[in-house]
């Protein structure tokens, strides 16, 4: 699996298991639909849930005018994700990090989400992480 495919399918679960409050490993059985698994899958998924009060702690700090939840349930996993990978995952440039969020939100988001998506994050990787 492709590390673009890895992130999609991370989103999928991240919103799935918000939305629906489901078990990790069922959820991702449930994304990954008889596909094979990954390591860089598993990864974003199990960082994510295992570090969300740090992540969502981050995000909340560097929105303006704007209240954690209102965020749109497909943005908030994106952004999730996305301060998963710059936190947690030094091997990842900050840069990919950032285009691969915006190339999720227009996979999967409204119109605005990849201009709100990609303000909030500047403001992370501009500010103290």
Do not use: C
Request: aromatic fraction near 8%.
């Amino acid at each position: 699996m492709k590390r673009r495919q890895a992130r999609e399918k991370a989103v999928q679960a991240l919103f799935q298991m918000h939305l629906n409050e489901t078990d990790i490993n069922e959820t991702m059985d449930y994304v990954l639909n008889d596909e094979e698994t990954d390591p860089f899958f598993e990864r974003l998924v199990e960082g994510t849930i295992a570090n969300l009060d740090s992540i969502d702690s981050t995000i909340k700090k560097h929105l303006e005018n704007w209240r954690f939840d209102r965020i749109a349930n497909v943005d908030r996993a994106i952004l999730r994700l996305a301060v998963y990978e710059l936190k947690y995952e030094e091997d990842i440039p900050s840069n990919v990090t950032l285009n691969e969020a915006v190339e999720l939100a227009k996979t999967f988001g409204s119109e605005e989400s990849k201009r709100f998506i990609n303000g909030v994050l500047s403001k992370i990787l501009g500010g103290e992480q």
